[in-house]
Antibody, heavy 118, light 107 residues
């Protein structure tokens, strides 16, 4: 069974750093892309970027380029989304999604709620 | 990047109604379009891909059509469990983009 299991909810202060994770299982982790999607409270889905764990090829939405870093450790089948300096506007639910190569997302993680507040 | 415009942003319908949601791309996307359903507090779920192909396990009352820049999701007979928000997503470009969403509410 394909599963993407994300790390737990986080509460952080502005200016702090954060790295959240997404662990894949039940499939070949290096054969699919992993994307990240933001959903701010009460808002729609925003595609942030994507990584191919096989060779760490990474693409970012222009809206998120330079704001976050996407990485992966194929040895433990885990993808990451990280911030170096959080802002209150980063408060959102973040989902990881498995993508077939250059294609749609078919499996979603359960989401990680990030709350940034002083 | 490719912009996706969904309409309407919300609609009210009754159980048994036929519902149609439209998604327009800012350029042709060659049927590289997926539809997702999201219920409150849950992760989105894939319904259709390649504009008209039903994901395994999705009821046949959901269907998709379209070509070029214009695509449609149709629910032939709305069921109580279909009240949710629906999103389109293009994957023609390596920089994927979502539509703004359509919330389907009970009339």
């Amino acid at each position: 069974e394909v599963q993407l299991v994300q790390s737990g909810a986080e509460v952080k202060k502005p200016g702090e750093s954060l790295k959240i994770s997404c662990k894949g299982s039940g499939y070949s982790f290096t054969s699919y892309w992993i994307g990240w999607v933001r959903q701010m409270p009460g808002k729609g889905l925003e595609w942030m970027g994507i990584i191919y764990p096989g060779d760490s090829d990474t693409r970012y939405s222009p809206s998120f380029q330079g704001q976050v870093t996407i990485s992966a450790d194929k040895s433990i089948s885990t993808a990451y989304l990280q911030w170096s300096s959080l802002k209150a506007s980063d408060t959102a639910m973040y989902y990881c999604v498995r993508h077939k190569p250059y294609s749609y997302g078919d499996y979603w993680g359960q989401g990680t709620l990030v709350t940034v507040s002083s | 990047d490719i912009q996706m415009t969904q309409s309407p942003s919300s609609l009210s319908a009754s159980v048994g109604d036929r519902v149609t949601i439209t998604c327009r791309a800012s350029q042709g996307i060659s049927n590289s379009l997926a539809w997702y359903q999201q219920k409150p507090g849950k992760a989105p779920k894939l319904l259709l891909y390649a504009a008209s192909r039903l994901e395994s396990g999705v009821p046949s009352r959901f269907s998709g059509s379209g070509s070029g820049t214009d695509y449609t999701l149709t629910i032939s007979s709305l069921q109580p469990e279909d009240f949710a928000t629906y999103y389109c997503q293009q994957y023609y470009s390596t920089l994927l983009t979502f539509g703004g969403g359509t919330k389907v509410e009970i009339k």
